[in-house]
């Protein structure tokens, strides 16, 4: 069982950049299979970002390569977000999530645990 608590999100002008963070406890969280989705009103969560444990390997959604960068730390069981040249087809609510399925990374099916949400809006 793992909990997560996000922090970080708000308000960013378009260009600009923001920070999210995400803290895991429970258990075994070094295990798991750890990821960031987003979800703008009336669409179905989008994948951004996933790291998998064995071996270590990062991913990203092809609308935010290049612009966002995920960032892993186990000793404190903590993940990070973070965005740059920030678009308004970025804003919506962000959530990190963990899961068991290091080759279904991009699946919202396949995680177990989520956070929050946070939410990110960006003006123009």
């Known amino acids: 069982q793992v909990q997560l608590v996000q922090s970080g999100g708000g308000s960013v002008q378009a260009g600009g950049s923001l920070r999210l963070s995400c803290t895991a406890s429970?258990?075994?969280?070094?295990?798991?299979?750890m990821g960031w989705f987003r979800q703008a009103p009336g669409k179905e969560r989008e994948f951004v970002a996933s790291?998998?444990?064995?071996?270590?390997?990062?991913y990203y959604g092809d609308l935010v390569s290049g612009r966002f960068t995920m960032s892993r730390d186990n000793t404190k069981n903590t993940i990070d977000l973070f965005m740059t040249n920030v678009k308004p087809e970025d804003a919506g609510t962000y959530f990190c999530a963990a899961g068991w399925s290091p080759l279904r990374y991009r699946d919202t099916s396949y995680y177990n645990y989520w956070g929050q949400g946070t939410r990110v809006t960006v003006s123009s």
């Open positions: 790291n998998t444990p064995n071996p270590q390997n990062t």
């Open positions: 429970g258990r075994a969280p070094s295990a798991y299979v």
